[in-house]
Nanobody
């Protein structure tokens, strides 16, 4: 079992920055990849960024060049650095872990609100 706890969300003005953190605990050896998803109000959940245990990353086109995903293996924490934030980035951001055997765990979500 893996538990994920997000933190770092909040209210920020357009053009500002936030750094989200996701602390993983439990059977962390079973984690193959971790990622960040977001769900804007009234919209579908979407992938923001993903990082595999091999170090491969991928990003949504809308955040490339602005967001960076990274992992601190010693502290079992994944980060999402968000720069040049836009109002359309407003969403609940969720941390997720892909496990083996196939299974996905989710954090509780953290609200990010970007004002114009």
């Amino acid at each position: 079992q893996v538990q994920l706890v997000e933190s770092g969300g909040g209210l920020v003005q357009a053009g500002g920055s936030l750094k989200l953190s996701c602390a993983a605990s439990g059977n962390i050896v079973s984690i193959n990849a971790m990622g960040w998803y977001r769900q804007p109000p009234g919209k579908q959940r979407e992938l923001v960024a993903r990082l595999t245990s091999a170090g491969n990353t991928n990003y949504a086109d809308s955040v490339k060049g602005r967001f960076t995903i990274s992992r601190d293996n010693v502290k079992t924490t994944v980060y999402l650095q968000m720069n040049s934030l836009k109002p359309e980035d407003t969403a609940v951001y969720y941390c997720a872990a892909s496990l083996t055997p196939p299974r996905q765990e989710w954090g509780q979500g953290t609200q990010v609100t970007v004002s114009s």
